[in-house]
């Protein structure tokens, strides 16, 4: 059974930065692709970066381009997401991804449709 398990969000300032880690079990894809969405209230989800673990490629959304960065630790099954001078449009559960298996990966595009397995998410919130 596949399970996804992300933490490490919290509170932080405009300008603050956090890590979170998202750890993978129960699958055994001589590759894959994993990624982090997020989703505000009231708006739709939306893709935030993906990683590879065929060469590590990533993949960004514009939005957070340069701010954020994905990384992976492929023996522990574990992705993580860097993210510094967050602004209060950063503000979202975050939820880590597992892209079904696929004769092509479309991990680049962010597609949430092509995810199939899902953690529970960890929350990200601003603090004045």
């Known amino acids: 059974q596949v399970r996804l398990e992300e933490s490490g969000g919290g509170s932080v300032q405009p300008g603050g930065s956090l890590r979170l880690s998202c750890a993978a079990s129960?699958?055994?894809?001589?590759?894959?692709?994993m990624a982090w969405f997020r989703q505000a209230p009231g708006k739709k989800r939306e893709g935030v970066a993906s990683?590879?673990?065929?060469?590590?490629?990533?993949s960004y959304a514009d939005s957070v381009k340069d701010r954020f960065t994905i990384s992976q630790d492929i023996a522990k099954k574990t992705i993580y997401l860097e993210m510094r001078y967050l602004e209060p449009e950063d503000t979202a559960r975050y939820y880590c991804?597992?892209?079904?298996?696929?004769?092509?990966?479309?991990?680049?595009?962010?597609?949430?449709?092509?995810?199939?397995?899902w953690g529970q998410g960890t929350q990200v919130t601003f603090s004045s």
């Open positions: 129960g699958f055994d894809y001589s590759t894959y692709c």
């Open positions: 991804a597992l892209e079904r298996p696929r004769p092509t990966s479309r991990c680049g595009l962010l597609v949430d449709l092509d995810f199939a397995y």
């Open positions: 990683i590879s673990s065929r060469g590590g490629r990533t």
